[in-house]
Nanobody, 125 residues
């Protein structure tokens, strides 16, 4: 099992930036695709971005393209979500997740096996 711990959330004004981190356990971290999801109060969990095990492929949903960037440092067993030009609609609890499949690369939460505890991101206007 992969243990994941998110950090970096907080309260930021619209237009500001945050960098979320997700520290992972595991000796084969580079084998796992990683994803970021978010969930706002009263809403369903929403896919945000994913990155392949090597970091060579990424995908971001349209609502965050050009503003958010997913990346990873396999030497540090860490995945990041750089969030720029934040909007009030970005307010949510953000979760990282690991897809342990050999060639995983998915926007479907059901494809992810391990989840972090979440970190709160609040954007004020």
């Amino acid at each position: 099992q992969v243990q994941l711990v998110e950090s970096g959330g907080g309260l930021v004004q619209a237009g500001g930036s945050l960098r979320l981190s997700c520290a992972a356990s595991g000796r084969t971290f580079s084998s796992y695709a990683m994803g970021w999801f978010r969930q706002a109060p009263g809403k369903e969990r929403e896919f945000v971005a994913t990155i392949s095990g090597s970091g060579g492929s990424t995908y971001h949903v349209d609502s965050v393209k050009g503003r958010f960037t997913i990346s990873r440092d396999n030497a540090k067993n860490t995945v990041y979500l750089q969030m720029n030009r934040l909007l009030p609609e970005d307010t949510a609890v953000y979760y990282c997740a690991a897809d342990r499949r050999l060639v995983g690369f998915s926007g479907n939460a059901k494809d992810y096996d391990s989840w972090g505890q979440g970190t709160q991101v609040t954007i004020s206007s």
